[in-house]
């Protein structure tokens, strides 16, 4: 069943601040996909060998690992 006495001009006009919020609201979310999934992430970086390298420096306030106990 429709509404006995409609106005659709005057009902566009109560809508419009609505769906203009909606617009709004779904054109961010779009925006902040793109961004946080497109957006460079250097901690996912794969580092280059050359980075990678150990150079046998100690970092400092830490000891080295114990070494494991023969047979174990």
């Not at 009902?11 to 999934?37: E, M, N, Q, Y």
Request: glycine content about 6%; hydrophobic content about 45%.
């Amino acid at each position: 069943m429709t509404a006995p006495h409609t106005n659709v001009e005057r009902d566009a006009k109560r809508h419009s601040p609505a769906l203009t919020g909606i617009t709004i609201a779904l054109v961010a979310a779009a925006l902040a996909f793109v961004v946080f999934t497109l957006w460079p992430n250097p901690e996912d970086a794969t580092p280059s060998p050359a980075a990678v390298q150990d150079s046998g420096a100690q970092v400092e306030g830490t000891t080295p690992a114990p070494a494991p106990a023969p047979g174990q």
